[in-house]
């Protein structure tokens, strides 16, 4: 029992929950702050079968706040977070190095039983929503701005118009108020494969005043 991978998951929400979640497929778009993090969360807690895609390479800057080391420095982020799971639970992530654009959206989302959201521009969040409603795929958005942070189900979701994210890497505690956003998400998405009424539920956490209370 001891050399159970995931005992504290198994004892704190059943093996057949943990089993469950190993079924599921999710596709992380993103791989920087919010994509990176959310990945290993949920490596850690019985997901087997991740998805993720980003097109970008690992920078000096990102080891604050994402889950990289100095040696991944120039890597690109999806092969980089492939050998850090592989490397922590022995789990084999699909990566795609690429852009998503809606051309190749089906080619990489298709089969995800649920679709994370963890962009930093509104451009491909506006893109993922729209191929996400046509295709009646779940989504779950993230995202960070300064201080704040949200996690919200698309069916409460409106894309801002302009670029408001900031960049989050320059907010002095950007690690901690990322890392309150990844666990929002982690849990939202476990209780979505879990719970017999999935509350869907969506969140605001600003930091400032370490609250993490109901969206509106």
Known sequence: ???????????????????ALGEK????CGAGTLGSNLAETLIRQGFKKLRVVDMDR?????????????QDVGA?????LKNRLFRATKAEIE??????????????????DLVVDAFDNNASRQMLRDYCRESKQD???????????????????????????????????ARNLAMLVVSMVAEEIIDRFTAKKPRY?????????LKIQPYR
Do not use: S
């Open 1 to 19: 029992m001891a050399n159970n991978l995931f005992l504290h998951e198994e004892i704190y929400r059943g093996e057949a929950a943990v089993k």
């Open 25 to 28: 497929t999710i596709a992380i």
């Open 58 to 70: 690992v920078d000096m800057h990102n080891l604050n706040t994402q889950c990289y080391d100095v």
């Open 76 to 80: 690109l982020k999806v092969q980089a």
């Open 95 to 112: 990566i795609e190095n690429k852009e998503l654009k809606a051309q190749n959206a089906k080619k990489f989302l298709k089969g995800a």
């Open 139 to 173: 989504l779950l958005h993230a995202g960070l701005n300064g201080g704040y942070g949200e996690v919200v189900w698309d069916a409460h979701y409106t894309v801002p118009q302009d670029q408001t994210e900031g960049n989050a890497c320059e907010y002095p505690l």
């Open 201 to 209: 539920g969506c969140w605001a956490i600003t930091l400032k005043d």
